[in-house]
T-cell receptor, first 112, second 112 residues
Framework: GQQLNQSPQSMFIQEGEDVSMNCTSS?????WLWYKQDPGEGPVLLIA?????ELTSNGRLTAQFGITRKDSFLNISASIPSDVGIYFC????????????FGPGTRLSVLP | DAGVTQSPTHLIKTRGQQVTLRCSPK?????VSWYQQALGQGPQFIFQ???????QRGNFPDRFSGHQYPNYSSELNVNALLLGDSALYLC???????????FGSGTRLTVV
């Protein structure tokens, strides 16, 4: 089946630093999603990508759909304490694109 | 406007027992998907319900079953519980044919 890998698994950064994380797939995707999960909560959608090479921003977050369609990248600029959480990438696991396979996540810790 | 509501929030069951988890979708949403999230992992798709029928299913055994009611609320049933079924169970609702999920906060199931 489809598998997603995320790196790094975890990262500790200083407040104000920029963050980069990535996601790779064993399959080609036509959609990439990035979610954030806070402790005790369900994942919340941050950014959706629909086309190879697409670059999309949401505030301090920027995500890119890799040109091979097997990878995606998420960058966070000028990190703040509320960026702490687990970041998941996801791609469709069915032909309708309504349900998703998730990566194992990148756990972000921000040190003041 | 209430988001996705799941009950109970926590549950402890004994191996071999059966469990029912409940989900009320976000107002206006007609489609419910269920995910299992083991500790330290990303969510895994179980199945999706629309118009009271199971529409898509992930790689889960028949011990996992569900139901959707005319008011769009949904239940996840797990029979013959195994220790490995211990996880956070997430419900996500959406409009049919639209990828945009809203996740609930989940039910934490512990099997002892």
């Amino acid at each position: 089946g489809q598998q997603l890998n995320q790196s790094p698994q975890s990262m500790f950064i200083q407040e104000g630093e920029d963050v980069s994380m990535n996601c790779t797939s064993s399959s080609i995707f036509n959609t990439w999603l990035w979610y954030k999960q806070d402790p005790g909560e369900g994942p919340v959608l941050l950014i959706a990508l629909y086309k190879a090479g697409e670059l999309t921003s949401n505030g301090r977050l920027t995500a890119q759909f890799g040109i091979t369609r097997k990878d995606s990248f998420l960058n966070i600029s000028a990190s703040i304490p509320s960026d702490v959480g687990i970041y998941f990438c996801a791609g469709p696991c069915d032909n309708y694109g309504q349900n998703f396979v998730f990566g194992p996540g990148t756990r972000l810790s921000v040190l003041p | 406007d209430a988001g996705v509501t799941q009950s109970p929030t926590h549950l402890i069951k004994t191996r071999g027992q059966q469990v029912t988890l409940r989900c009320s979708p976000k107002s206006g949403h007609d489609t419910v998907s269920w995910y299992q999230q083991a500790l330290g992992q990303g969510p895994q798709f179980i199945f999706q319900y629309y118009e009271e029928e199971e529409r898509q299913r992930g790689n889960f055994p028949d011990r996992f079953s569900g139901h959707q009611y005319p008011n769009y609320s949904s239940e996840l049933n797990v029979n013959a519980l195994l220790l490995g079924d211990s996880a956070l169970y997430l419900c996500a609702s959406s409009f049919w044919n639209y990828y945009g999920y809203t996740f609930g906060s989940g039910t934490r199931l512990t099997v002892v």
